[in-house]
């Protein structure tokens, strides 16, 4: 009785004295937790179980991560810059090509904008938030689903 007393009294002259773990996440900017892409249920739900014309979103990008490689989910918008690189080749093309470069520049920044500020809102925000989450986990698991296919491949020599 007296022994669970004194280390009750231990335990908490220890924990008074460490600093508390939540205070660096705490500050603003530094927080992630909201993301909570570890125990994001509906997010792998959606990711693994949810199809559309016949294929899941993990399926989808299995597909695309096997035919072109980890960086195909990039690919869109590097086209986007490799156009946009071609006109500002061309000689009437860089009048175009900086016209069009500030037009895309106006276009990202209001999107952001936009984004940022639903990403603030509660349900908008919630839904921005779960379309990130199924994002990141199909990537995840199409990255996993690929390397598990390539080492049955090799194990077997098929």
């Known amino acids: ?14 924990s008074s004295r460490l600093p508390d ?11 992630i937790r909201w993301m909570r892409l570890k125990y ?7 990711a693994t179980l ?5 294929q899941s979103a993990t399926a989808r990008m299995a597909d695309q991560v096997a035919e072109n490689g980890v960086f195909a989910p990039l690919g869109w918008v590097l086209m986007g810059a490799l156009v946009l690189g071609v006109f500002m ?15 895309v520049t106006w276009i990202v920044q209001g999107t952001v904008a936009v984004i940022g500020r639903g990403w603030r ?10 379309v990130v989450a199924v ?14 296919r390539e080492t049955i491949r090799w194990l077997t020599g098929a």
Do not use: C, K, Q
């Open 50 to 54: 949810v199809t559309w014309r016949g």
């Open 89 to 103: 080749l061309l000689p009437i093309g860089s009048w175009l090509g900086s016209a069009l470069a500030h037009v």
């Open 121 to 130: 809102t509660p349900y908008i925000g919630y839904v921005l938030r779960l």
């Open 1 to 14: 009785m007296r022994a669970a007393e004194i280390g009750a009294e231990i335990g908490e002259a220890i």
């Open 135 to 148: 994002a990141a986990w199909s990537f995840v698991f199409a990255v996993l689903l690929v390397m598990g």
């Open 21 to 31: 773990p939540h205070a660096m996440a705490s500050r603003r900017g530094l927080d």
């Open 40 to 46: 994001n249920v509906p997010g792998i739900l959606l």
